[in-house]
């Protein structure tokens, strides 16, 4: 699904520290080249850039691949000790390295000492990266608070409020979520009606509505997996009444016509957000930089408001430095220095990746942010609540695994080749063979 300034500690003089301020190291050592492995945007570029500055004679190689096949590579690495010098996790695979601690730099002990910053970050975030026997194996990057992004032009047009604290009175629950839907449907022109028959462009109120399930998920206090002291963790996915009903609102959603039934990150989807297509996105903090990135023209069109049913997340990773890293030292200064709070800050500012250190939470130059591309929204604020009102979820080892064989159930809904309670009952039998 899934993205700055030198070193310092999480101190207000710091974090206020311009970046011309910083005045670039000079190499005492002999070059040296980190090798990462990763996916999406979890290492921004401009942030290898700033490091190059105060750190010369380090060269980062970065590997990018796509999430599912990053993460397997990782799997055959491991097996193979020829690792990288850093690795990223995302959530959904933290579950399952969690139950491999042996193959990770325990980051607790010397000269690490991980329990030194541990207290900079949000607690849920940082449990994400402790083995199941309490090893550090990943320090955590940015938290995917999620809001919804709208388009205030379209609301206009279609006859709702643009005003965020407005909009976010409509929806308190997902059921009225989808209700403003219907009403924003009511009002497609005769053009927009007309051009699913004839051009097969379905204009909609949100751009899929398969994106519910994840949403209204994640707003649990559990998942698929309960954490019962061993190694993998105690499967509860078809006892979760959290996963089922994440499930029937997703079905509801799709049931209910107000999705395109565009797919993410899709040429697609990048074309229906420039044109109009939809009107709101359920949005990751990350996924600000990518509506900028995507529809640029846009900018001042879009605001951002709560999400129904109160907070939720999507995404984020962990690094990690396998213990068969070459360069154990210099993978440390790098996670350091790029995870600490004044570097998270400023990545927040130019990319919209929202801090997993807490300790900025309360700090003015990230709760009065506001953002000109959204309309000027408070986004500091308005995703700093809603990360604070996230309950820690436990990852289980076979967590991907899960998603994915649960959203090919909903694909099979909304495609209405299967009822939901069809989709459900054979999604269940199918985690049960994949997975116990």
């Not at 809603?386 to 959203?407: C, F, M, W």
Request: hydrophobic residues 40%.
């Amino acid at each position: 699904m899934k993205k700055l300034i030198a070193r310092v500690a999480a101190t207000a003089v710091a974090l206020a520290l311009p970046l011309s301020m910083v005045a670039p190291a000079h190499a005492t050592a002999a070059p040296v080249t980190i090798s990462v492995w990763t996916y999406g945007n979890v290492i921004e570029p401009q942030a290898l850039i700033d490091y190059k500055k105060i750190h010369p004679e380090i060269t980062i190689q970065l590997k990018k691949s796509g999430l599912d096949a990053h993460h397997q590579s990782l799997i055959t690495s491991f097996l193979a000790n020829k690792t990288p010098d850093i690795a990223a996790v995302e959530v959904s695979y933290s579950g399952y390295f969690r139950s491999y601690p042996q193959y990770f730099t325990d980051l607790r002990q010397a000269p690490y000492n991980s329990g030194s910053i541990q207290s900079n970050y949000l607690p849920w975030r940082w449990a994400q990266g402790v083995g199941y026997e309490g090893t550090v194996f990943g320090i955590p990057t940015d938290v995917g608070g999620m809001e919804v992004a709208y388009r205030t032009d379209l609301f206009k047009a279609h006859g709702l409020p643009t005003d965020r604290t407005k909009v976010g009175k409509l929806w308190p629950t997902w059921d009225a979520f989808f209700n403003t839907g219907k009403l924003y449907q009511k009002h497609l022109s005769k053009a927009e009606k007309a051009s699913c028959t004839k051009l097969k462009v379905c204009y909609g109120f949100i751009d899929n509505a398969g994106t519910v399930y994840n949403a209204v998920l994640n707003q649990g206090t559990q998942k698929y997996y309960q954490n019962d002291g061993t190694k993998d963790g105690k499967l509860i996915y078809a006892t979760n009444p959290q996963v089922s009903k994440a499930f029937q609102t997703t079905a509801n959603a799709l049931a209910s016509g107000v999705g395109t039934n565009i797919n993410s990150f899709t040429n697609d989807w990048n074309v229906g957000m420039n044109k109009g297509i939809f009107a709101t996105i359920l949005a990751p903090a990350w996924m600000m930089d990518y509506i900028k990135q995507q529809a640029p023209k846009t900018k001042g069109k879009w605001d951002i408001a709560s999400l129904p049913g109160g907070g939720g997340n999507l995404g984020g990773s962990q690094l990690t430095i396998p213990k068969s890293a070459a360069h154990k030292s210099q993978a440390w200064d790098f996670i350091k220095w790029y995870l600490s709070p004044a570097e998270q800050l400023a990545i927040f500012k130019k990319y919209g990746l929202f801090p997993s250190t807490s300790v900025l939470y309360n700090n003015p130059a990230l709760k009065n942010y506001k953002d000109p591309f959204f309309n000027n929204a408070p986004v500091g604020a308005i995703y700093g609540a809603s990360v604070q009102t996230l309950h820690p979820i436990y990852e289980g080892k076979k967590e991907r695994a899960i998603d994915n064989i649960i959203g090919q159930a909903l694909s099979r809904v909304g495609l209405k080749k299967q009822s939901a309670a069809a989709a459900w009952a054979q999604a269940l039998n199918e985690i049960k063979n994949a997975v116990g």
